[in-house]
């Protein structure tokens, strides 16, 4: 197994953009918001990569579906995230509309990657 595969996987580069996105949106936040919301967000928008990434040093392809379905479960979390900051006004729906398009072409990303995987 190549070292550090994840590396050249798109989904692997597609989120980092995500996140590199959300640390933009997160900048915008009004002071007091940052901590609390910004903080949650960008967890949740990290935990996406860390896990696609830790998932592909995994052995057995049942390993690595686990971290599939864990990254997915974060993608869901970020576009909550996103859209309970747009529903309060903190968020622009510019934000929200791109944040969603990426995090579904990540899921389609990650659906293709479960359904190769076959388990």
Do not use: H
């Amino acid at each position: 197994m190549k070292q550090f595969r994840f590396l050249d996987w798109k989904v692997y580069k597609d989120a980092q953009k995500l996140f590199s996105l959300l640390l933009q949106i997160v900048k915008k936040l009004p002071r007091e918001y940052r901590y609390e919301l910004g903080s949650q967000l960008l967890r949740s928008g990290l935990s996406i990569i860390l896990n696609v990434a830790e998932g592909s040093g995994k052995q057995s392809e049942k390993e690595l579906n686990r971290f599939i379905e864990t990254s997915l479960g974060s993608l869901y979390e970020t576009l909550a995230n996103i859209d309970t900051l747009k529903s309060n006004d903190l968020a622009s729906e510019e934000d929200f509309l791109t944040t969603r398009d990426m995090i579904a072409n990540i899921c389609n990303q990650l659906g293709g990657f479960k359904k190769k995987l076959d388990l």
